[in-house]
């Protein structure tokens, strides 16, 4: 079975940091693309961040390039996404997605479940 898990998420205030994991299990995640994605209230799923199969190139939204970095731990199995001078736009739930392919271009099918950020004083 195949599952991602979240962690990282909580309250920060604008300009902190956070780091989130996105652990999996019956995958192997340097096969595939693992996509960040974000969803605030009221708004639409924003895809953040892409890193593809190795050798991991890695791509951002212009919302948070030169903020946050995406990497992947393949001894771990895991994929980080490094949020750096959070902004109080930046809250919302984060989730990270793979299986789809190696490329960037495409549809993740397997989801994990979502980290909250919050980012306020």
């Known amino acids: 079975q195949v599952q991602l898990v979240e962690s990282g998420g909580g309250l920060v205030q604008p300009g902190g940091s956070l780091r989130l994991s996105c652990a999996a299990s019956?995958?192997?995640?340097?096969?595939?693309?693992t996509k960040w994605f974000r969803q605030a209230p009221g708004k639409e799923r924003e895809e953040v961040s892409c890193?593809?199969?190795?050798?991991?190139?890695?791509y951002y939204a212009d919302s948070v390039k030169g903020r946050f970095t995406i990497s992947r731990d393949n001894a771990k199995n895991t994929v980080y996404l490094q949020m750096n001078s959070l902004k109080p736009e930046d809250t919302a739930i984060y989730y990270c997605?793979?299986?789809?392919?190696?490329?960037?271009?495409?549809?993740?099918?397997?989801w994990g479940q979502g980290t909250q950020v919050t980012v306020s004083s």
């Open positions: 019956g995958i192997t995640l340097d096969y595939y693309a």
């Open positions: 997605a793979t299986k789809g392919g190696p490329d960037c271009s495409s549809n993740p099918s397997t």
């Open positions: 890193i593809r199969s190795n050798p991991g190139r890695t």
